[in-house]
């Protein structure tokens, strides 16, 4: 998977995560004694995920509390291994030289060699050729 699909995937289970503990959280909510708004559900979410846990918000009733306490565990297990992968994918992408772009062409001396075939001697001897050039010493 490429860096960029990685950050996408990451994103999406991340935003899915939240949607469906509002959700859970706004529906467990109903049987207790206070019926939770989607905002208020949204908040009391992003706060116990961000792990500030203000206080003002929480679960009346055991469903709720139950729910939110699997939820917690599942993004326990499931968001810190994404951001390690996200963490070994940058990293590695800082060890390959980082992002291609228009300024790092104009910088840095590089060739791209097209070839239908690909063999040593004849590999090595266009480059011992190309790079005998006085321009490119």
């Given at each position: 998977m490429y860096a960029g699909q990685k950050i996408i995937t990451f994103k999406l289970i991340y935003l899915h995560a939240t949607f469906i503990?509002?959700?859970?959280?706004?529906?467990?909510?109903?049987?207790?004694?206070?019926n939770v708004n989607l905002f208020e559900s949204?908040?009391?979410?992003?706060?116990?995920f961000a792990t500030v846990g203000y206080g003002d918000y929480k679960p009346e009733?055991?469903?709720s509390q139950l729910f939110m306490v699997i939820m917690i565990c599942i993004a326990l297990i499931v968001l810190p291994t994404q951001f390690e992968q996200l963490a070994y994918t940058w990293m590695e992408r800082q060890k390959l030289g980082g992002k291609y772009s228009i300024h790092t062409a104009q910088n840095e001396k590089h060739v791209v060699v097209c070839s239908t075939t690909l063999r040593s001697d004849t590999t090595m001897d266009f480059l011992n050729e190309f790079y005998a050039h006085p321009l490119l010493q």
């Open positions: 503990t509002v959700c859970g959280f706004q529906h467990f909510q109903r049987g207790g004694g206070r949204l908040y009391f979410v992003v706060v116990t009733n055991m469903f």
